[in-house]
């Protein structure tokens, strides 16, 4: 079992910045890969990055609407993967979850089902 924690959310004006932080705890976190998925009101869930475990080369992937914008970065000395988020817009105004999964083949790597564990998830909301 892992247990996931976000933080960092908040509200950001337009091409403002804002890091979050997802913590583990309950197992070896350099075993899981562990993704960020963002929902909008009215939207499904979407992917958005995922650093991968040892397992795939702790390699970084990204959905391309954020590719330039976003950065994941894990510290796995703190059981921790942070989020960078630069130059937001509006419709990057989501509630953001962390999510962590060790059983993915690579090409599974941006597919909710790849994840059992889920955290609460963190309001993003950029505006004016």
């Known amino acids: 079992q892992v247990q996931l924690a976000e933080s960092g959310g908040g509200l950001v004006q337009p091409g403002g910045s804002l890091k979050l932080s997802c913590t583990a705890s309950?197992?070896?976190?350099?075993?899981?890969?562990v993704a960020w998925f963002r929902q909008a009101p009215g939207q499904e869930r979407e992917f958005v990055a995922v650093?991968?475990?040892?397992?795939?080369?702790?390699?970084?992937y990204y959905q391309d609407s954020v590719t330039g914008r976003l950065t994941i970065a894990r510290e796995n000395a703190k059981n921790t993967v942070h989020l960078q988020m630069n130059s937001l817009s509006p419709g990057d105004s989501a509630v953001y979850y962390c999510a962590a999964g060790s059983r993915m083949i690579l090409s599974e790597i941006r597919s909710q089902r790849s994840y059992p564990f889920w955290g609460q998830g963190t309001q993003v909301t950029v505006s004016t």
């Open positions: 650093a991968a475990s040892n397992r795939h080369g702790y390699r970084s």
């Open positions: 309950g197992s070896t976190f350099s075993n899981y890969a």
